[in-house]
């Protein structure tokens, strides 16, 4: 009996892996919309003028950051969460009914948010506040959710047979707490409809903090949204996923220490980057500068750790596409956080903030980084949990090079415009008068919004050839017996 | 010590949990009371100003426009006088955007008119050739939503004291106060006779008539809050 092999329960990991793939493709595609919106506003009325209220950019913008940051990567965070929890903490899902119960509860509820929030942002209903759009009744069952998957990971944690918790469970357990805190403070509002005693909108409520206060808060959440959502977690993908399907050892745990410790420290205080030249007091942005610059210590950390664990075996970086999906992933993790810094210098703020640089900066990360990331933990997930090899190898390859291209057209074309709009509006002619109208540095940019919209949709061509080979590995894919599932993903031509 | 914490999840948990809180508090306690105290001349908002706010959120307008005016002599030459703290002592939430696609709004009632928003809302590329800006025409058939702005009103007031009621210092040593309406009726009232105003300089022949009639247009109300942003 105890020399038997766990067997791993894997339904709920199932489920949420759906929904990484749904939403992601959702997500993307609004995105594009949006890209195409920017080049060509006739797009905004693509479903004709009496739905142009919903089609709208300003109105779709909200949905796609929604629903890439709380749609496709929370769905991907839990996914690997209900695969890899169990298996480092050694222990079956389908051993206690309670956390199963829990877990589907998570799911079930995840997706009443979902929907809920797909339509409120359609309404136009929001705090207005960004990537914390959501009014009282669904911050409070986000709160539930979130609650839910800490009484998991705790409850999971609990009846662990590995006493060591690995790497990756510090990183879902900083996860948990960072968002818990965050998005708990971001959001402390007071609904207008009780306090007013029964008049207006129920749904309808205001800040708790104003003016310089709320963005001060609102940023320190926005920033480490981004760490605690886009990069804690990822990392805890990565420390995961590399090791199990190269056959590496984590090159060093001294700087996986250093690396997380120093994250954990470190990114808090990065948020006043947000604010540089803004009305909140200049030692909070100065901090923001210093410590965005420190930040790339721990970041370098763990990537510099997750490429050194290739030592020795970088030929699996040519032969296998999955082993390439982390490694540029990982690439992009040091390029990004290269970047931020450099943005959060003083001088070069001043240029690039308002700009379409900060969306190249955040999109080379979320594209590069993330999701690169994500899919390719899914990848490796699916032969484990469906019992099938991966349907095609030469459609993953497909998949990373359509999807390489796009994020490089994206990134270098919105470098070139947002330093080009930074420095036409502060141009000035040898009168010293502005040299240009805001309309000059708009018509400008429409190349390389254009390159951009190209950029994107290579993108979500390749988010579709990766549902699809999912789908088929799904469903159709060679049965693989559980001797092929030691560390190299099984793959079809 | 580490080792020993990654077999003690409790204190573990405990330990990131102090280690990321830091930089919250030092970062933004100890500015917290100070900041966003108004600044002479700074006013709360109107029932109907207030309701354009919610229409100017509803749309996110602050996804492409900012309102926060950097202390450079380029923006300033564009926008106006740089922003200051307690000008938005008033503003829950802040709406400072994170992305100019279109110009900056901190100050466009000081350069922008009744008319001008209400033709470029409509057609915003007839206003100012090669814009990027959809139009917002669902705005002059949408009704603004004045119980719930009013409801925001009274919730300000009550718990964060915003002073309504309350002779408030201008800038040119005069006073001004804002009301705040008793009742929703009283409330709708007010904004309807603001909205006479707006309307009486606009030419759609739509929204005159449903002002006439009692009405306020989404439209009437942001252009009523965009008057307002000085």
């Given at each position: 009996?105890?020399?038997?092999?766990?067997?791993?329960?894997?339904?709920?990991?199932?489920?949420?892996?759906?929904?990484?793939v749904?939403?992601?493709?959702?997500?993307?595609?609004?995105?594009?919309?949006?890209?195409?919106?920017?080049a060509?506003?006739?797009?905004?009325?693509?479903?004709?003028?009496?739905?142009?209220?919903y089609?709208?950019?300003?109105?779709?913008?909200?949905?796609?950051?929604?629903?890439?940051?709380f749609?496709?990567?929370?769905?991907?965070?839990?996914?690997?969460?209900?695969?890899?929890?169990?298996?480092?903490?050694?222990?079956?899902?389908?051993?206690?009914?309670?956390?199963?119960f829990?877990?589907?509860?998570h799911?079930?509820?995840?997706?009443?948010?979902?929907?809920?929030?797909?339509?409120?942002?359609?309404?136009?209903?929001?705090?207005?506040?960004?990537?914390?759009?959501?009014?009282?009744?669904?911050?409070?069952?986000v709160?539930?959710?979130?609650?839910i998957?800490?009484?998991s990971?705790?409850?999971?944690?609990?009846?662990?047979?590995?006493k060591?918790?690995?790497?990756?469970?510090w990183?879902?357990?900083?996860t948990f707490?960072g968002?818990?805190?965050?998005?708990?403070?971001?959001?402390?509002?007071?609904?207008?409809?009780?306090?007013?005693?029964?008049?207006?909108?129920?749904?309808?409520?205001?800040?708790?903090?104003?003016g310089?206060n709320?963005?001060?808060?609102?940023?320190?959440?926005g920033?480490?949204?981004?760490?605690?959502?886009?990069?804690?977690?990822?990392?805890?993908?990565?420390?995961?996923?590399?090791?199990?399907?190269?056959?590496?050892?984590?090159?060093?745990?001294?700087l996986?220490?250093?690396?997380?410790?120093?994250?954990?420290?470190?990114?808090?205080?990065?948020?006043?980057?947000?604010?540089?030249?803004?009305?909140?007091?200049?030692?909070?942005?100065?901090?923001?500068?210093?410590?965005?610059?420190?930040?790339?210590?721990?970041?370098?950390?763990?990537a510099?750790?997750?490429?050194?664990?290739?030592?020795?075996?970088?030929?699996?970086?040519?032969?296998?596409?999955?082993?390439?999906?982390?490694?540029?992933?990982?690439?992009?993790?040091?390029?990004?956080t290269?970047?931020?810094?450099?943005?959060?210098?003083?001088s070069?703020?001043?240029?690039a903030?308002?700009?379409?640089?900060?969306?190249g900066?955040?999109?080379?990360?979320?594209?590069?980084?993330?999701?690169?990331?994500?899919?390719?933990?899914?990848?490796?997930?699916?032969?484990?949990v469906?019992?099938?090899?991966?349907?095609?190898?030469?459609?993953?390859?497909?998949?990373?090079?359509?999807?390489?291209?796009?994020?490089?057209?994206?990134?270098?074309s919105?470098?070139?415009?947002?330093?080009?709009?930074?420095?036409?509006?502060?141009?000035?002619?040898?009168?010293?008068n502005?040299?240009?109208?805001?309309?000059?540095?708009?018509?400008?940019?429409?190349p390389?919004?254009?390159?951009?919209?190209?950029?994107?949709?290579?993108?979500?061509?390749?988010?579709?050839l990766?549902?699809?080979?999912?789908?088929?590995?799904?469903?159709s894919?060679?049965?693989?017996?559980?001797?092929?599932?030691?560390?190299?993903?099984?793959?079809g031509? | 010590?580490?080792?020993?914490?990654?077999?003690?999840?409790?204190?573990?948990?405990?330990?990131?949990?102090v280690?990321?809180?830091?930089?919250?508090?030092?970062?933004?306690?100890?500015?917290?009371?100070?900041?966003?105290?108004?600044v002479?001349g700074?006013?709360?908002y109107?029932?109907?100003?207030?309701?354009?706010?919610?229409?100017?959120?509803?749309?996110?307008?602050?996804?492409?426009?900012?309102?926060?005016?950097?202390?450079?002599?380029?923006e300033?030459?564009?926008?106006?006088?740089y922003s200051?703290?307690?000008?938005?002592?008033?503003?829950?939430?802040?709406?400072?955007?994170?992305?100019?696609?279109?110009?900056?709004?901190?100050?466009?009632?000081?350069?922008?008119?009744?008319?001008?928003?209400?033709?470029h809302?409509?057609?915003?590329?007839?206003?100012?050739?090669?814009?990027?800006?959809?139009?917002?025409?669902?705005?002059?058939?949408?009704?603004?939503?004045?119980?719930?702005?009013?409801?925001?009103?009274?919730?300000?007031?009550?718990v964060?004291?915003?002073?309504?009621?309350?002779?408030?210092?201008?800038?040119?040593?005069?006073?001004?106060?804002v009301?705040l309406?008793?009742?929703?009726?009283?409330?709708?009232?007010a904004?309807?006779?603001?909205?006479?105003?707006?309307?009486?300089?606009?030419?759609?022949?739509?929204?005159?008539?449903?002002v006439?009639?009692?009405?306020?247009?989404?439209?009437?109300?942001?252009?009523?809050y965009?008057?307002?942003?000085?």
């Amino acid at each position: 009996m105890e020399n038997r092999p766990l067997e791993y329960d894997y339904t709920v990991a199932k489920w949420f892996m759906l929904t990484t793939v749904v939403l992601g493709i959702v997500g993307m595609l609004v995105g594009v919309i949006l890209a195409w919106q920017m080049a060509f506003p006739a797009v905004n009325l693509m479903a004709g003028e009496g739905l142009a209220e919903y089609t709208n950019f300003s109105r779709l913008r909200p949905l796609h950051t929604d629903s890439v940051i709380f749609g496709f990567t929370l769905s991907g965070i839990w996914a690997t969460w209900y695969y890899v929890g169990q298996r480092v903490l050694k222990v079956s899902m389908a051993e206690s009914k309670f956390l199963m119960f829990l877990a589907k509860l998570h799911f079930f509820i995840y997706l009443l948010v979902v929907v809920a929030v797909v339509g409120s942002l359609l309404l136009g209903i929001s705090t207005g506040k960004e990537y914390a759009d959501f009014e009282w009744p669904i911050d409070i069952a986000v709160v539930v959710v979130w609650v839910i998957w800490g009484m998991s990971i705790f409850g999971l944690i609990g009846i662990r047979r590995e006493k060591s918790l690995y790497i990756s469970i510090w990183y879902y357990i900083a996860t948990f707490l960072g968002i818990a805190m965050l998005y708990l403070f971001n959001n402390m509002e007071i609904p207008t409809y009780f306090a007013s005693g029964g008049i207006g909108a129920w749904y309808h409520s205001v800040s708790m903090y104003s003016g310089t206060n709320d963005a001060l808060v609102q940023w320190w959440y926005g920033h480490n949204a981004v760490a605690f959502g886009f990069t804690v977690p990822i990392v805890a993908m990565i420390y995961y996923f590399l090791p199990k399907e190269s056959g590496q050892a984590v090159y060093s745990y001294k700087l996986s220490l250093l690396a997380f410790w120093g994250l954990m420290f470190v990114y808090l205080w990065a948020g006043g980057h947000h604010l540089i030249y803004s009305t909140v007091p200049d030692w909070m942005q100065t901090m923001g500068s210093v410590f965005s610059v420190v930040l790339i210590l721990p970041s370098w950390g763990s990537a510099i750790n997750m490429l050194l664990t290739m030592k020795g075996e970088w030929q699996q970086v040519a032969s296998s596409p999955l082993i390439k999906f982390m490694i540029l992933a990982s690439t992009f993790y040091m390029f990004s956080t290269l970047e931020g810094p450099i943005q959060a210098i003083k001088s070069v703020n001043a240029l690039a903030h308002f700009t379409d640089w900060i969306v190249g900066h955040v999109h080379d990360g979320v594209l590069g980084w993330v999701a690169f990331m994500i899919m390719a933990a899914l990848f490796h997930m699916a032969p484990r949990v469906f019992k099938r090899e991966i349907y095609s190898k030469s459609l993953m390859n497909t998949q990373f090079w359509i999807q390489t291209l796009g994020v490089v057209l994206y990134f270098t074309s919105m470098w070139i415009a947002g330093i080009t709009q930074g420095m036409m509006w502060r141009a000035h002619d040898e009168f010293g008068n502005l040299a240009y109208s805001f309309i000059d540095t708009v018509t400008v940019l429409h190349p390389y919004y254009t390159i951009r919209a190209v950029g994107g949709t290579l993108y979500l061509v390749g988010m579709f050839l990766f549902a699809y080979n999912m789908y088929k590995t799904m469903t159709s894919s060679r049965r693989v017996e559980e001797s092929e599932l030691q560390n190299a993903s099984p793959m079809g031509a | 010590m580490f080792h020993w914490l990654e077999k003690h999840p409790f204190f573990f948990a405990v330990a990131i949990f102090v280690t990321i809180a830091f930089a919250g508090l030092i970062e933004i306690l100890p500015n917290f009371a100070q900041a966003s105290q108004p600044v002479v001349g700074t006013k709360p908002y109107t029932t109907l100003e207030l309701a354009g706010r919610h229409v100017y959120i509803k749309n996110n307008c602050m996804g492409c426009h900012s309102q926060l005016i950097r202390p450079f002599k380029s923006e300033t030459d564009r926008y106006g006088h740089y922003s200051l703290s307690g000008e938005y002592a008033y503003d829950r939430p802040f709406l400072w955007g994170s992305k100019r696609t279109g110009p900056d709004l901190m100050r466009v009632g000081n350069y922008r008119t009744t008319d001008w928003h209400e033709n470029h809302m409509k057609d915003p590329a007839a206003v100012v050739p090669g814009s990027i800006m959809p139009a917002y025409r669902w705005m002059f058939k949408n009704a603004a939503d004045i119980d719930t702005a009013y409801a925001e009103q009274i919730t300000v007031n009550k718990v964060f004291k915003t002073p309504y009621n309350t002779e408030i210092p201008m800038a040119d040593g005069t006073k001004a106060t804002v009301p705040l309406a008793a009742t929703v009726d009283e409330a709708k009232a007010a904004a309807l006779e603001e909205a006479k105003v707006i309307a009486a300089d606009m030419k759609d022949q739509d929204v005159k008539d449903a002002v006439a009639a009692g009405q306020i247009p989404e439209i009437v109300a942001i252009i009523a809050y965009l008057n307002s942003l000085k």
